[in-house]
T-cell receptor, first 113, second 112 residues
Framework: DTGVSQDPRHKITKRGQNVTFRCDPI?????LYWYRQTLGQGPEFLTY????????KSRLLSDRFSAERPKGSFSTLEIQRTEQGDSAMYLC???????????FGPGTRLTVL | KQEVTQIPAALSVPEGENLVLNCSFT??????LQWFRQDPGKGLTSLLL?????REQTSGRLNASLDKSSGRSTLYIAASQPGDSATYLC???????????FGTGTRLTVIP
């Protein structure tokens, strides 16, 4: 257990539905990252927060995706109008500005039918 | 764009053997490099972090080296055990956001 938690661990949804995932980072970590991992591939960066500010977004993050980190604590990732291509493992990681070693949560596996 | 390559894609060794996993990256201006372990269907466990100014890091039976100029890193596992069986991922961070660029991993199987 790295101290980063994600909820839910698994989500099955029908195409066109909206889904929301939650990440709780290690409490003193001010940086939080979201990644997406498809089968047989390494994780790919989606977006990054420093405290409550979303500072960078990947081109992978289409308009259907939105992320928030209110008050610089937990973060949510919402996918609207899900598509089958959204099926993947969504990983959250946290770190501090000084340490830079990223600690990952267990991930949320999304299956879109 | 930073590209990270890991060779081999899969590796099987008998228990007790020493082994080396390779990672190469295209942009040598990295901030740090991290090695992770991933068990099937699970999240990532950080094994070692090497800052750009360092040449190697050690933790138990693991030793990671970094050669920025050639764009290479190796992960050395001594006296392998069946519990070491997992996928090993290499990731590099550039400056700024320090988001990680990952390779596709090496799937290691240690045969008892």
């Amino acid at each position: 257990d790295t101290g980063v938690s994600q909820d839910p661990r698994h989500k099955i949804t029908k195409r066109g539905q909206n889904v929301t995932f939650r990440c709780d980072p290690i409490s003193e970590h001010n940086r939080l990252y979201w990644y997406r991992q498809t089968l047989g591939q390494g994780p790919e960066f989606l977006t990054y927060f420093q405290n409550e500010a979303q500072l960078e977004k990947s081109r992978l993050l289409s308009d259907r995706f939105s992320a928030e980190r209110p008050k610089g604590s937990f973060s949510t990732l919402e996918i609207q109008r899900t598509e089958q291509g959204d099926s993947a493992m969504y990983l959250c990681a946290s770190t501090t500005t000084s340490a830079n070693e990223q600690f990952f949560g267990p991930g949320t596996r999304l299956t879109v039918l | 764009k930073q590209e990270v390559t890991q060779i081999p894609a899969a590796l099987s060794v008998p228990e007790g053997e020493n082994l080396v996993l390779n990672c190469s990256f295209t942009d040598s201006a990295i901030y740090n490099l991290q090695w992770f372990r991933q068990d099937p269907g699970k999240g990532l466990t950080s094994l070692l972090l090497i800052q750009s100014s360092q040449r190697e890091q050690t933790s138990g039976r693991l030793n990671a080296s970094l050669d920025k100029s050639s764009g290479r890193s190796t992960l050395y596992i001594a006296a392998s055990q069946p519990g070491d069986s997992a996928t090993y991922l290499c990731a590099v961070a550039l400056g700024g956001a320090n988001n990680l660029f990952f390779g596709t991993g090496t799937r290691l199987t240690v045969i008892p």
